[in-house]
């Protein structure tokens, strides 16, 4: 089992900026995939970012050049810096771990934290 804790939601006006960490403990090891997703009220969950386990990202469309994931492998945290936000980026932000982690198509990963709230007021 792998343990998730998001940490970093809050509210902001457009054109803000935020940033999430994810703390994952348990059972990680070295090169495991994590990513973000987000859920609106009403939408299904989407892939925000995903980094593999050779540290390569990949980013939604929506969020590409305004949003960073990055990792830090030493301690097992994912961040996510949000830049330019909008008030269509209003969503519940969850980190997921391991198992298959893809921005594109339908497979989602094996486990996943709690979710913290982002909310962009125009």
């Known amino acids: 089992q792998v343990q998730l804790q998001e940490s970093g939601g809050g509210s902001v006006q457009a054109g803000g900026s935020l940033r999430l960490s994810c703390a994952a403990s348990?059972?990680?090891?070295?090169?495991?995939?994590m990513g973000w997703f987000r859920q609106a009220p009403g939408k299904e969950r989407e892939a925000v970012a995903v980094?593999?386990?050779?540290?390569?990202?990949t980013y939604a469309d929506s969020v590409k050049g305004r949003f960073t994931a990055y990792m830090d492998r030493t301690r097992y945290v994912l961040y996510l810096m949000m830049n330019d936000l909008k008030p269509e980026d209003t969503a519940m932000y969850f980190c997921?771990?391991?198992?298959?982690?893809?921005?594109?198509?339908?497979?989602?990963?094996?486990?996943w934290g709690q979710g913290t709230q982002v909310t962009v007021s125009s």
């Open positions: 348990g059972k990680t090891y070295m090169h495991i995939c």
């Open positions: 980094i593999d386990g050779d540290d390569t990202a």
């Open positions: 997921a771990a391991d198992g298959p982690c893809a921005v594109e198509g339908t497979a989602r990963p094996d486990y």
